[in-house]
């Protein structure tokens, strides 16, 4: 059966690494057998300039009938000044929210030829390999009430709801128990319970479901220790699972361990196993339409979308060595380069994993 991928650009940097990402795809399909049809939709920044809206119900239409969506990035300081509803962040929300994409994986791997790109010293880095499971349609992103309001003295507030149902947190910790189960067999639970209760329920509910999974070995730490512990020694962990918020900033955090933000890429995935992959980082309006973003995150994010919504494992496996051969070669993209001047640019890099794929 033919299988069906949606492709979203989006904004800024986002149309210049998914057209890396159609080449590639289409190559897959003219020469590694692989049965998919590529179509096209706004979401974001584009959607609104277009369809006046940032997830349109043209978008939501293709987006449910797909099997799978790569995504590039949506946003950029255009939009900003927006209503809430308008912006094209919120058409990323309400498509995560929309399509029940629930279960956020953003794994942060080094190449081995990377390990001097990295911030951190090689051998707090070497052969680092971490999960991050990051819970994406709860907490404090949905929960209400929300707002902006006048107090009675005159002075604005702005407010947010942290909530989370014990459903939500069971189905995005047992997803991560499964996960580790299938690795290293340790899953580190991070949230804030000595000060939130919606982090007390979180551990409650990790803790009950922990004798379902006797091979995972489950620990627990505080979100502002985890962020530290993942600079100081990163290779203590396996699986890590958290909300919302805290998964945004530890997984920013973990991308800047394999040398670039450019290098992560991530799946959210729903009960059934419809994905929608897209890299961990944003439209970076700050190098858009200059040709020099690094395309690898979302390259990487096609093998997820092989792996996980196609079931191509072998393909996607093969996306990944051609990875690999690139920057075993010493191409790098201008984030990655010690001398940027000396880098590939986003096309340069896109056609150099296509070229890398082994016959
Ligand atoms: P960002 O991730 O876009 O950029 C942060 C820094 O990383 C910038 O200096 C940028 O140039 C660099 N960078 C990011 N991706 C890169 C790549 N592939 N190659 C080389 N360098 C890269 O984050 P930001 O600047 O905070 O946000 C910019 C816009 O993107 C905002 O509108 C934000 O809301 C949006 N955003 C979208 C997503 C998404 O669509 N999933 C994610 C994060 C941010
Ligand atoms: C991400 C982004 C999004 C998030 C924004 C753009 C809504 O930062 O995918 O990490 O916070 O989830
Ligand atoms: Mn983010």
Redesign the pocket.
Do not use: K, M, Q
């Given at each position: 059966m033919t299988h069906r991928i949606l492709m979203l650009p989006g904004d800024h940097i986002g149309p210049e690494i998914v057209a890396e990402a159609d080449r590639l795809l289409q190559a897959l399909i003219d020469d590694y057998g692989l049965d998919a049809t590529l179509e096209y939709a706004h979401l974001g920044g584009c959607a609104v300039d277009a369809e006046g809206e940032p997830f349109p119900a043209s978008t939501r239409r293709l987006a449910e009938a797909a099997d799978a969506i790569l995504l590039g990035?949506?946003?950029g300081p255009q939009w900003d000044g927006l209503p809430r509803d308008k912006r094209?962040?919120?058409g990323?929300?309400n498509i995560?929210s929309a399509l029940g994409l629930f279960a956020?994986l953003r794994p942060a791997i080094l190449f081995p030829e990377l390990v001097d790109a990295s911030s951190l010293r090689p051998d707090v880095v070497a052969g680092l390999d971490i999960l991050i499971f990051r819970e994406?349609t709860g907490g404090i992103?949905f929960g209400q009430p929300r707002g902006l309001r006048t107090r009675d003295d005159g002075i604005r507030e702005g407010f947010n709801t942290l909530v989370y149902g014990a459903d939500e947190i069971e189905r995005i910790g047992r997803a991560a128990f499964q996960a580790a189960s299938r690795r290293g067999g340790r899953l580190c639970s991070v949230d804030k319970a000595n000060v939130l209760e919606s982090s007390e329920l979180w551990r409650e509910v990790m803790t009950s479901i922990a004798p379902d999974y006797p091979d995972v070995e489950l620990s627990h730490l505080y979100v502002d220790n985890a962020a530290m512990q993942l600079v100081r020694d990163p290779k203590q962990f396996d699986v890590i699972v958290t909300g919302?918020?805290f998964g945004?900033v530890l997984?920013?955090c973990a991308a800047m361990l394999t040398g670039s933000i450019g290098m992560l890429p991530?799946a959210s995935l729903d009960a059934g196993g419809r994905g929608l992959y897209?890299p961990?980082?944003?439209s970076a309006p700050d190098i858009a339409g200059q040709g020099v973003a690094n395309p690898l995150a979302t390259l990487l994010s096609v093998a997820m979308l092989l792996r996980y919504s196609l079931d191509e494992g072998a393909l996607a496996d093969r996306v990944e060595r051609a990875v690999g051969r690139v920057l075993a070669a010493g191409r790098r993209s201008p984030d990655l380069a010690a001398d940027p001047a000396q880098a590939l640019g986003t096309r340069a890099m896109g056609d150099a994993v296509v070229n890398a794929l082994d016959r």
């Open positions: 990035a949506v946003g094209p962040e919120t990323l929300l995560r956020n994406l992103y919302n918020l945004d997984s920013d991530s897209e961990v980082h944003g």
